[in-house]
């Protein structure tokens, strides 16, 4: 195969729904991926934060390729040990109390908000529904979850839309606190606004807003689908914040590159869905958690350490390069803006120099595998800052 007729046969068969890059990766290594012509790429995208330890980490392969051999699906009419190990090990890194399986971060979102909205009507009765979200957040593309989502462009095309979202300002309360009426039974957040533009949210607000929800028996959603599973330096983001969400999504990390998502309930949220309640058929194959598992054990103190560590590094590097304005984001989740130049310039020509580098609304969004070596984080931030400085 070679990369022009990959093209013209993506072109032909698959849905014209992505903008691709003028890419065909054949194979990976680390945080190198390979093209058909063997070209090398340094990759500060892990394909979207999901490849947490890189392309087809060897630990990784062995334990899913271990369990494809042994078993590689059942339904979840029966009982399996690698999600039973996963949910433990997930429990015992964040004191959460129980979790449920989906297969994306859209679907552990939309059972999220099924949650808070069945919390709210056994305690409360109906018709106290109503979802608070922030503008310019992002939480997937279901009917619910593109509902949520704070972005006028998702709200197009698709009507009706689902019922009960409202929207409030990031960092100002003076919006939020008369949006929180009493038929909002629950708050969903991304603690650093990933697609929305690597939009950290300050503390003091987050946890004031915690307060307001606890006061009000409102639930708080944080949606750590793109900043969980080691990407900020804790194991979830909201580690950081002082703050004790009742509901925790997950989803891209935590498969390490085979789909997955997760719910984390808090013990006030613990036993809402009950039988019947909520599934999936694939939600806890046996396969990709075994790959989870393996990636939530790496995770350990000194592994996020390290994060915290290449982080303050990749923030060293840009320092002085001329044009970056404004560097955003924690530990290795981190975006900036340039001056004259647009982050989608700025991407091109990365990728032309060897660099995948992503977009984020108008700033460059670095995501990089979480294990990447000092060497390939040094390739890869010598390739940006030579596009940096290139006017
Ligand atoms: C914060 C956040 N939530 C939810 C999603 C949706 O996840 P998925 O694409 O796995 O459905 C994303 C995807 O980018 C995300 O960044």
Same mark, same amino acid.
Not at 49 to 73: C, D, F, M
Not at 74 to 84: I, W
Not at 202 to 210: G, S
């Given at each position: 195969m070679d990369c022009q007729t990959l093209k013209e046969l993506d072109a032909r068969y698959i849905a014209g729904t992505y903008k691709r890059s003028d890419l065909c990766l054949e194979r990976g290594e680390g945080a190198t991926g390979y093209t058909?012509? !063997?070209?090398?790429?340094?990759?500060?995208?892990?394909?979207?934060?999901?490849?947490?330890?890189?392309?087809?980490?060897?630990?990784?392969?062995?334990?899913? /390729?271990?369990?494809?051999?042994?078993?590689?699906?059942?339904?979840?009419?029966?009982?399996?040990?690698?999600?039973?190990?996963?949910?433990?090990?997930?429990?015992?890194? /964040?004191? &959460?109390?129980?979790?449920?399986?989906?297969?994306?971060?859209?679907?552990?979102?939309?059972?999220?908000?099924?949650?808070?909205?069945?919390?709210?009507?056994?305690?409360?009765?109906? !018709?106290?529904? !109503?979802?608070?979200?922030?503008?310019?957040?992002?939480?997937?593309?279901?009917?619910?979850?593109?509902?949520? /989502?704070?972005?006028?462009?998702?709200?197009?095309?698709?009507?009706?839309?689902?019922?009960?979202?409202?929207?409030?300002?990031?960092?100002? &309360?003076?919006?939020?606190?008369?949006?929180? /009426?009493?038929?909002?039974?629950?708050?969903?957040?991304?603690?650093?606004?990933?697609?929305? !533009?690597?939009?950290?949210?300050?503390?003091?607000?987050?946890?004031?807003?915690?307060?307001i929800c606890l006061k009000k028996d409102i639930l708080l959603i944080v949606d750590e689908v793109q900043t969980g599973i080691g990407r900020t330096g804790t194991f979830f983001a909201y580690q950081q914040y002082g703050i004790q969400p009742d509901l925790v999504t997950s989803a891209k990390g935590l498969g390490g590159g085979l789909p997955i998502g997760a719910i984390l309930f808090s013990e006030k949220t613990a036993e809402v869905l009950g039988f019947g309640d909520h599934g999936t058929t694939f939600g806890g194959n046996p396969v990709v958690c075994a790959g989870g598992a393996y990636i939530v054990k790496t995770m350990d103190e000194e592994f996020l350490s390290q994060v915290t560590a290449k982080g303050h590094r990749i923030r060293e590097a840009l320092k002085g390069v001329p044009g970056i304005k404004e560097v955003s984001g924690l530990g290795m989740m981190l975006g900036f803006l340039h001056e004259t130049r647009t982050a989608s310039e700025i991407a091109e020509a990365c990728l032309k120099e060897g660099l995948i580098v992503l977009t984020a609304k108008d700033k460059v969004r670095l995501l990089p595998p979480l294990n990447i070596t000092g060497n390939e984080l040094e390739k890869g931030l010598f390739i940006l800052k030579k596009v940096l400085i290139q006017q």
């Amino acid at each position: 195969m070679d990369c022009q007729t990959l093209k013209e046969l993506d072109a032909r068969y698959i849905a014209g729904t992505y903008k691709r890059s003028d890419l065909c990766l054949e194979r990976g290594e680390g945080a190198t991926g390979y093209t058909f012509e !063997g070209r090398e790429v340094i990759d500060f995208s892990s394909g979207i934060g999901v490849n947490s330890l890189g392309y087809s980490e060897p630990g990784w392969v062995a334990a899913i /390729t271990r369990q494809a051999v042994k078993l590689q699906h059942t339904s979840n009419l029966y009982y399996t040990q690698p999600a039973v190990e996963l949910a433990e090990l997930l429990i015992e890194k /964040t004191g &959460m109390s129980k979790v449920f399986f989906a297969n994306s971060g859209a679907e552990a979102n939309e059972g999220a908000i099924k949650t808070a909205r069945k919390y709210s009507s056994d305690k409360y009765g109906e !018709g106290r529904h !109503g979802i608070l979200s922030l503008l310019h957040s992002f939480h997937g593309r279901t009917m619910a979850t593109i509902t949520a /989502t704070g972005q006028e462009q998702y709200h197009k095309h698709f009507h009706p839309f689902a019922q009960g979202f409202v929207y409030g300002e990031a960092g100002n &309360m003076e919006d939020i606190k008369p949006k929180l /009426t009493k038929n909002i039974c629950a708050v969903l957040i991304e603690l650093i606004q990933g697609e929305g !533009g690597v939009n950290t949210l300050d503390k003091a607000f987050v946890q004031e807003l915690a307060a307001i929800c606890l006061k009000k028996d409102i639930l708080l959603i944080v949606d750590e689908v793109q900043t969980g599973i080691g990407r900020t330096g804790t194991f979830f983001a909201y580690q950081q914040y002082g703050i004790q969400p009742d509901l925790v999504t997950s989803a891209k990390g935590l498969g390490g590159g085979l789909p997955i998502g997760a719910i984390l309930f808090s013990e006030k949220t613990a036993e809402v869905l009950g039988f019947g309640d909520h599934g999936t058929t694939f939600g806890g194959n046996p396969v990709v958690c075994a790959g989870g598992a393996y990636i939530v054990k790496t995770m350990d103190e000194e592994f996020l350490s390290q994060v915290t560590a290449k982080g303050h590094r990749i923030r060293e590097a840009l320092k002085g390069v001329p044009g970056i304005k404004e560097v955003s984001g924690l530990g290795m989740m981190l975006g900036f803006l340039h001056e004259t130049r647009t982050a989608s310039e700025i991407a091109e020509a990365c990728l032309k120099e060897g660099l995948i580098v992503l977009t984020a609304k108008d700033k460059v969004r670095l995501l990089p595998p979480l294990n990447i070596t000092g060497n390939e984080l040094e390739k890869g931030l010598f390739i940006l800052k030579k596009v940096l400085i290139q006017q």
